[in-house]
């Protein structure tokens, strides 16, 4: 909790790590935490957070049971104003971050990995992934883990009129059902 492997925890309010049972078969990893998460401590709490839930709430799929983290665990942002804008964590943050979640995957083992996001896929796939080419579609791990990822719950929120919303939430729900029969 008290990391400084990197500069984002000078100006973040807290680190934000994984939250799920020990026993976790599916473990998720996002990019980092945002606004809402760094305020509360708690990954993916937030409008993405949110958009995630309600993914998984149409496939049945309970939250509870998985272990949700994040690539990065502190948060990164301007200050615009009031606001916080969120900034991607660049290539030395993410390599600092890695051990903490190597440590999740160590303990955690599970048989699944779900990557949202292109941060994500690239820590755990390496950086030749490409999440526009290869979403939703599984992929093994060099431990023997499967692992598959889909787009970040934003880029679903940050789509401009109600058709392109509705097609990337469609395509979402898509890449996410995979693991009903995994
Ligand atoms: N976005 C992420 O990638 N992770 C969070 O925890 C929240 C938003």
């Not at 949700?68 to 942002?77: D, E, M």
């Not at 943050?93 to 990995?113: F, H, K, N, T, Y």
Request: overall charge positive; hydrophobic content about 40%; aromatic content about 8%.
């Amino acid at each position: 909790m008290g990391c400084k492997r990197c500069p984002l925890w000078k100006p973040a309010t807290g680190t934000v790590f994984g939250e799920g049972p020990a026993n976790a078969r599916v473990l998720v990893v996002g990019e980092q935490p945002g606004d809402a998460e760094d305020l509360s401590g708690h990954p993916f709490v937030g409008p993405s957070g949110k958009l995630f839930d309600r993914a998984l709430e149409e496939l049945g799929i309970e939250r509870s049971r998985l272990y949700v983290t994040n690539a990065v665990k502190h948060f990164k942002f301007e200050r615009r104003g009031k606001a916080r804008l969120h900034k991607s964590p660049n290539a030395g943050e993410q390599r600092a971050c890695r051990l903490w979640l190597e440590g999740e995957l160590a303990r955690i083992r599970p048989d699944i990995v779900v990557c949202l996001g292109a941060i994500a896929a690239r820590n755990i796939f390496g950086p030749a992934f490409r999440v526009t080419r290869q979403r939703g579609t599984w992929q093994t791990l060099a431990d023997g883990t499967r692992a598959f990822a889909t787009v970040h719950p934003s880029a679903v929120l940050r789509q401009r009129g109600d058709e392109a919303r509705h097609a990337a939430w469609r395509a979402f729900v898509a890449d996410l059902a995979l693991l009903l029969d995994a």
